[in-house]
């Protein structure tokens, strides 16, 4: 019913920077809060930023002054702008979307296929 594709992974140097994207279609009504999730190989899936409906943000401790979301919601896409980048920020990044679909009440989790980010020189 809704699809998120993720684009813009690859390999970066240390210090680099690397913009993802994640459009969202389907049968969309309205979508919620967008997001971007990375799991390293070994450890669990933890949040990296999130964007509430209106423009309110969220970021792990971790990336706070290096990662920017944002969202283009005529487009149902968000992305991350990600700067100064560092080995520990190598993962698969997935996108999430909470939303409301058509024809349907409540509200549904969609994930992307993920993006593979590797920082190495």
């Known amino acids: 019913q809704v699809q998120l594709v993720e684009s813009g992974g690859g390999l970066v140097q240390p210090g680099g920077s690397l913009r993802l994207s994640c459009a969202a279609s389907?049968?969309?009504?309205?979508?919620?809060?967008m997001g971007w999730y990375r799991q390293a190989p070994g450890k669990q899936r933890e949040l990296v930023a999130v964007?509430?409906?209106?423009?309110?943000?969220n970021y792990a401790n971790s990336v706070k002054g290096r990662f920017t979301i944002s969202r283009d919601n005529a487009k149902n896409t968000v992305y991350l702008q990600m700067s100064s980048l560092k080995p520990e920020d190598t993962a698969v990044y997935y996108c999430?979307?909470?939303?409301?679909?058509?024809?349907?009440?409540?509200?549904?989790?969609?994930w992307g296929q993920g993006t593979q980010v590797t920082v190495s020189s």
């Open positions: 999430n979307a909470v939303v409301e679909v058509l024809g349907q009440p409540g509200r549904y989790a969609y």
């Open positions: 964007i509430i409906s209106g423009a309110n943000t």
């Open positions: 389907g049968s969309i009504f309205r979508i919620n809060d």
